[in-house]
C-alpha cells in the first residue's frame, strides 16, 4: 500500500513540473489576455478656463476617440488665468487677476473622482507684492506652488498644505524684468524666461534656480534667448528646454545637464518653424506641439536637440490664436484653448497621427485661456 501511494505521489509531483516546465518558453496565443482582461482606461478630464465668463469648463475625454463630453461648469473669481493640477490629482488650483486691481486670488478645488467636478474649497487673496499671478507650477512632490508675477517682475515661491487648505509664502525674488513663462524639472531645477528691457527690442533670458526641500531658492545661472521668449517647455525626460521666442518668431532648444540643470543651446529654428507662440511635448518626447504665431498648430518630430517640422504644418489654419495646448497622456490626442476669452473662445480636439500630424476631431465652446488635463 505505502508503494501504491508513493507511485502516485511521484506520477503526480513530475506531472507538474512539467506543466510549469512548459510556462518558462513564450506565452501561446491562446493563453495571451484578451483585450477584455485588459484593465480599464484611467479616466482623464479636461479643465479649460475662459477668462471674460470667469468659468472653469469641465470635459469627461473619451478614451477612444478623443471627443470631449461636457459636465457642469464652475464658477471661479474674476478674470482666472491659470489652471493647474496638484500632482495628488485631488485637487486643483486656478490664479485670478483682475485688471488694474490687487484683487487677486488662488482659488482651491476639490476633484471628484468619479466625474470629475470640482468644489469650490478655498479661496485665498494673495497680499502686496505678490499681486498679478499669472502662470503657476507645482514641483513634483506637490509641495510647492511656483507662481510668476509679470507686472510686478516677480516670481514666489508658496509652500501648500492641504491638510488646512493653505499658502505659506516662502521666498520672492526680483527677477528684474517681466517673466513670462516658467517650467520645473523632476530634479527641483526651475526655469523662467523674461522680456529684456525694452520687450519688442531686446533679447531676453532663461533663469535658473535650484529649489531645496525647505523651499529656498538658489541662482545657477541664466541663458540667453531671442526677443519676448514667451513660453518654454522641459520634455518629460527632462533633457531639452524648448523656448518660443514670440517677436523673434523662432525656436531655440536647449540641452539641459541633470546634474547641475544648466542650459547649452543646440538649435534655432526659424521661417515657418519658428513662428511659435505656446508649446506642448507629447508624453514620449517624439512630438512637440506649438501654437503658431501667424495662426495653426505646427507639429515637430523630435530626436535628442533636432526639431524637424512635419509636413502640413501648420495644421488647422484657423484665424484664431492658440493661447494654451494640452496633450492626453496616452499621447494620443491634443488639446488647443483657441481664443481668449469671452462667448467666442473654444477648445479644438486634436487626433496626434503616428506621423506626428493632426486631423481635428471637434471644436468645443469653453475657455481657451488655459487648458490642463487630470
Known amino acids: 500500500m505505502k508503494k501504491f501511494l508513493l507511485g502516485v505521489f511521484i506520477f503526480v509531483l513530475v506531472f507538474t513540473l512539467l506543466g510549469c516546465s512548459s510556462k518558462k518558453g513564450p506565452i501561446p496565443d491562446n493563453d495571451k489576455p484578451t483585450p477584455d482582461d485588459d484593465p480599464k482606461p ?4 479636461l479643465y479649460a478656463l475662459n477668462s471674460r465668463l470667469n468659468q472653469l469648463f469641465i470635459f469627461k475625454i473619451n478614451n477612444t476617440t478623443g471627443e ?9 473669481d474674476q ?15 486656478v490664479c485670478t487677476n483682475l485688471t488694474n486691481s490687487i484683487y487677486d486670488y488662488i482659488d482651491i478645488f476639490e476633484i471628484d473622482g468619479n466625474n470629475g467636478s470640482v468644489r469650490l474649497i478655498k479661496t485665498i487673496q494673495l497680499q502686496q507684492p505678490n499681486v498679478d499671478p499669472r502662470e503657476m507650477v507645482f514641483t513634483l512632490d506637490g509641495k510647492y506652488l511656483c507662481v510668476i508675477h509679470p507686472d510686478k517682475r516677480l516670481f514666489s515661491i508658496y509652500r ?8 505659506k509664502l516662502v521666498t520672492t525674488i526680483n527677477t528684474t524684468y517681466a ?10 531645477y526651475i526655469y523662467l524666461s523674461i522680456e529684456g ?9 532663461v533663469l535658473i534656480y535650484k529649489i531645496s526641500a525647505d523651499g529656498s531658492v538658489s541662482n545657477k545661472g541664466e541663458v540667453a534667448t531671442e526677443i519676448q521668449p514667451i513660453d518654454i517647455e522641459l520634455n518629460k525626460a527632462g533633457t531639452q528646454l524648448y523656448v518660443a521666442n514670440f517677436t523673434s518668431r523662432s525656436l531655440m532648444v536647449f540641452a539641459v545637464d541633470e546634474s547641475d540643470g544648466l542650459l547649452t543651446h543646440k538649435n534655432t529654428y526659424t521661417g515657418e518653424a519658428g513662428k511659435v507662440r505656446s508649446l506642448a511635448v507629447a508624453p514620449k518626447d517624439d512630438f512637440v506641439f506649438a501654437g503658431s504665431s501667424a495662426f495653426g498648430i505646427n507639429a515637430y ?3 535628442g536637440s533636432e526639431l524637424t517640422l512635419i509636413e502640413g504644418s501648420p495644421f488647422d489654419d484657423q484665424e484664431i490664436a492658440a493661447y494654451s495646448l494640452a496633450v492626453d497622456p496616452s499621447g494620443r490626442f491634443l488639446y488647443v484653448g483657441q481664443g481668449y476669452s469671452g462667448e467666442y473662445a473654444r477648445v479644438d480636439a486634436y487626433t496626434i497621427e503616428a506621423s506626428g500630424g493632426l486631423t481635428l476631431i471637434d471644436r468645443y465652446q469653453a475657455g481657451g485661456t488655459w487648458v490642463t488635463i487630470r
Do not use: W
Open 197 to 205: 528691457q525694452n520687450t519688442l527690442a531686446d533679447n531676453g533670458k
Open 79 to 93: 478674470e482666472p488665468r491659470c489652471v493647474v493640477v496638484h500632482p495628488d490629482r485631488n485637487h486643483l488650483f
Open 42 to 45: 484611467m479616466d482623464r478630464y
Open 179 to 188: 517673466p513670462k513663462a516658467i517650467a520645473v524639472s523632476s530634479n527641483g
Open 301 to 303: 518630430a523630435a530626436n
Open 68 to 76: 470631449l463630453e461636457k459636465s457642469p461648469s464652475a464658477n471661479t
Open 160 to 167: 501648500v498644505d492641504l491638510s488646512n487648505y493653505s499658502l
